[in-house]
């Protein structure tokens, strides 16, 4: 009874956690949206998908740094209390929320691993001088794309091969070798998992942001810049992919719309604005560990009032 109590106290810690600040990032998002779109996209890219990250890890953190220690310490194991409902029902609600997560981020890699299987058959390795094994391939492959999360990837269809001049090629596989070192193949599986209503838009902004964020790190001259329009313009011809290709980032996967804005972008391309040189890491480095001091010092007291406060979820 002890440990199963422990447990529905600890799941509707999380949920309630999780939950709250879901909405509150569902509210507030925008603000901070509009507070880095002046940066580097790549920051706005990054930004966007912390903020989407945040119920999540501040759910974990409370429960596991905080929730967990505080039953553990101060709850006495003699007395035998029932599982007050309100623990019971947040607690099978705290569970639903993880087994949704990560049922949907499951179905994502396993729609995922079948459309690889099918687009790798006969594929041919290249040499090339890319940081990442480059792949031409047949059949229905999209035209250009980063796979993989532990073994990460480049494909490119013959048809690509045949429509992209030299420059428009090596353009378009900087745009997929960008994506591939930013690891954003492993964020798209995260937010499989966090699923919550009313995010959808944070999600597409997040998308929005990384793909332009590639652009930007693909193009160093408006030579390139004009070249990758190029090769997005031709590609673009030979369709998008389906939904089974949620978790693999493509040159040409996203809405025809954001297309044509990239490529808006990229023909009036001038480099890197002149604000957006500021490096934000230190500060959320500085903020963390600011975070973590005072957890440290203050971690008794905490525990104490983690415990005050759950104490009535047994009741």
Request: hydrophobic content about 55%.
């Amino acid at each position: 009874m002890f440990a199963l109590r422990g447990l529905a106290i600890s799941l509707s810690v999380f949920v309630t956690v999780y939950c709250a600040l879901s909405l509150i990032v569902s509210l507030t998002w925008r603000k901070v949206y509009f507070r880095f779109r002046h940066q580097q996209v790549r920051y706005l890219a990054d930004a966007v998908f912390a903020l989407r990250m945040l119920p999540l890890a501040a759910a974990f953190f409370v429960t596991i740094v905080l929730a967990v220690p505080s039953f553990l310490w101060l709850e006495p194991r003699t007395i035998e209390e029932p599982i007050g409902g309100l623990s019971l029902s947040l607690g099978l609600a705290g569970l639903v929320v993880l087994a949704l997560g990560a049922a949907n981020a499951l179905q994502s890699l396993f729609r995922a691993s079948q459309s690889l299987s099918v687009w790798t058959t006969d594929a041919e390795l290249i040499d090339t001088v890319a940081p990442f094994p480059v792949l031409r391939t047949a059949g229905a492959a999209p035209p250009m794309t980063a796979i993989g999360i532990i073994r990460p990837r480049i494909l490119f269809s013959r048809a690509a091969e045949f429509l992209l001049n030299a420059n428009e090629f090596q353009s378009a596989l900087n745009h997929e070798i960008a994506h591939l070192r930013r690891r954003d193949n492993l964020k798209k599986l995260l937010l499989r998992f966090v699923l919550f209503p009313g995010m959808r838009e944070v999600e597409v902004a997040w998308l929005e942001a990384t793909e332009m964020a590639a652009d930007d790190a693909a193009v160093s001259n408006i030579g390139e810049a004009l070249d990758l329009a190029a090769a997005l313009i031709k590609l673009c011809r030979l369709g998008t992919m389906g939904s089974s290709a949620e978790l693999i980032i493509s040159l040409v996967h996203s809405p025809l719309s954001l297309v044509n804005e990239r490529v808006e972008r990229l023909i009036h391309w001038s480099g890197p604005r002149p604000c957006a040189q500021r490096n934000f890491q230190p500060y959320a480095l500085g903020l963390g560990l600011a975070l973590l001091a005072t957890v440290g010092f203050n971690y008794t007291q905490l525990l104490m009032g983690v415990h005050v406060a759950t104490e009535w979820l047994v009741r």
